[in-house]
């Protein structure tokens, strides 16, 4: 049974950080492209950073500098240490696992809220 676990968010103060982790069971993990994502209410899911399995990083532009995406294949774990926080920042963050091979799967996790007080 695949499952995604989020842990870390939370509430903090403008320019404080966070640090989110998914740990990640039932699939083959450092084969997959690791992401993590937000949602706020009424708006679409945006990617926020990702991983691939060899470790190449991409950013939204907005967290460019301010986020970091890692990953450690021993313990199945993705990590998103958030640094200089703003109040845009606030969502909810999801992990998502993706691969993409001779078969496809994507697999969402239940998400953790992060706000960011001005």
């Known amino acids: 049974q695949v499952q995604l676990v989020e842990s870390g968010g939370g509430l903090v103060q403008a320019g404080g950080s966070l640090r989110l982790s998914c740990a990640a069971s039932?699939?083959?993990?450092?084969?997959?492209?690791m992401g993590w994502y937000r949602q706020t209410p009424g708006k679409q899911r945006d990617l926020v950073a990702a991983?691939?399995?060899?470790?190449?990083?991409n950013y939204a532009d907005s967290v460019k500098g301010r986020f970091t995406i890692s990953r450690d294949n021993f313990k199945n774990t993705v990590y998103l240490q958030m640094n200089n926080l703003k109040p845009e920042d606030t969502a909810v963050y999801y992990c998502?696992?993706?691969?993409?091979?001779?078969?496809?799967?994507?697999?969402w996790g239940k998400g953790t809220q992060v706000t960011v007080s001005s």
């Open positions: 998502n696992a993706k691969f993409r091979g001779a078969t496809w799967s994507d697999y």
């Open positions: 039932g699939f083959t993990f450092s084969t997959y492209y």
């Open positions: 991983i691939t399995s060899g470790g190449t990083t």
